[in-house]
């Protein structure tokens, strides 16, 4: 009697497990490409953000591309903000918690990677909330 229930025990566990493919051979399954989020820097001194998509000189996104901001914001300029950034795989980034008013009334975003540069402009007070590309290009040597 106790050969016939490891038998029937053993039919059982091996049905289940051609069944359900518990031993079964897998294949391999083809990697996912999620989507990087976007990196964001939070300046914490206002309500606007500038979201920057950095393309290089042949238009396609520039990966782990720094840039760079330096903000004067409130009364007479007197304080001082300084943010940087690297962009993901597909060339973007965020700045957030930017002030509405600033000193100049228009604040410069600067792209780099390697030897290409690039910039954008973006006034807060008229568009709080903007998105902008920047074209990164070789610098242009000064005429002597």
Sequence with gaps: ???LRQTLLCMVLGSGM???GGWAQSTPSAPTSAAQPVPIIDGAVGPCSLELAIKDSEGKPAAAATV???????FGGFHKLDLEAGTNTEGKVKFTGLPSRVRRSVLEFRGKKGQLE???TYDPATECHAQREIKLAEPTKPAM
């Design 1 to 3: 009697m106790n050969s």
């Design 18 to 20: 051609l069944i359900g």
């Design 68 to 74: 760079k901001v330096h903000i004067a914001y409130g």
């Design 118 to 120: 690039g910039s954008a």
